[in-house]
């Protein structure tokens, strides 16, 4: 504003030039060299004194000096931007399955000593660990909370089925947002999350084309999800979900299609 010069607005403050240009200033001033160098960033790095620390400490340690600084200079041609760096789950991570069924127990598994033959779970079971101690609530959608939190089902709100939810507290059928699931934090150490079959986390009222979808599979960690959201549908004529799209399914039951294989293959 006015005929004031820039040098006297002092904006010259907040520019890297000995002398700072004005309204009159000219292409030859702009491509003048009378420019300080930028200050290059102080970098400090803290090792330990003992030799003796063990591998991973020394590990980390070097990590920690190689971690890249984007170097800053004037130009394009003086900048060194770092590489973007992607979460990959270590070398030899264990896949991670979770098979939840409902209306079933301990004593029904052929890999717990029950009657019903189930080769496939038992090879997955002897594969794997086995536990013992999981406290079910006796409903679908409470258990699925707490089996995906590790937390009580009063605690992360889903303290009954989707469908009651009510204004009490821990009643309100709405995943605590402060309760971090499992996929949640895989994705986070590089693992690639799927979902698949029933869902029965999203409340009633967010079961539609609008959302919110935050309470979906894939608002709750899962990269990809396929299967049905409500707490029971068609076997024949589902009511199916890809990723946030309502979908047909992909055959007719005269052409052989059936939930279950679908949801396998």
């Known amino acids: 504003s006015g005929t004031g010069s820039i040098e006297n607005s002092g904006l ?31 970098v400090l790095v803290i090792q330990s004194a003992n030799k003796e620390s063990s591998t991973a400490s020394s590990q980390s340690g070097t990590e920690a000096t190689k971690k890249c600084v984007p170097q800053i ?10 590489p973007f760096e992607t979460a990959v789950a270590p070398k030899g991570s264990p896949n991670v399955v979770f098979l939840v069924l409902d209306d079933i127990g301990y004593g029904s598994l052929e ?3 029950g009657p019903v033959s189930t080769p496939n779970i038992d090879r997955l079971a002897q594969g794997g660990l086995k536990y013992t101690n999981f406290h079910t ?36 059928t ?10 949640e934090m895989l994705v986070k150490q590089g693992y690639d999350t799927y979902c698949v079959g029933k869902w029965h986390l999203a ?12 309470q979906w599979p894939m608002g709750r960690g899962f990269e990809m999800f396929y299967g049905f959201l409500e707490s029971h549908t068609g076997q024949w004529y589902p009511d199916l979900v890809s990723g946030t799209t309502r979908i047909s399914p992909p055959a007719t039951p005269e052409q052989g299609y059936h939930l279950s294989k679908d949801l396998v293959n």
């Open 12 to 42: 010259e403050m907040v520019t890297n030039r000995r002398k700072a240009l004005s309204e009159s200033s000219t292409l030859a001033d702009l491509a003048s060299e009378d420019v300080v160098s930028p200050q290059k960033e102080t």
């Open 73 to 82: 200079g004037l130009t394009y041609a003086d900048s060194t931007p770092c």
């Open 111 to 113: 890999c717990f000593g």
């Open 137 to 172: 609530t006796g409903i679908c959608s409470p258990t699925r909370a707490c089996m995906l939190t590790g937390r009580n089902l009063h605690s992360v709100g889903v303290g009954s089925l989707m469908e009651f939810a009510s204004g009490y507290p821990g009643y309100t």
């Open 174 to 183: 709405y995943l605590s947002k402060e309760a971090a699931t499992m996929p």
């Open 203 to 214: 409340p009633s009222g967010t079961i539609n084309a609008a959302g919110p979808y935050d």
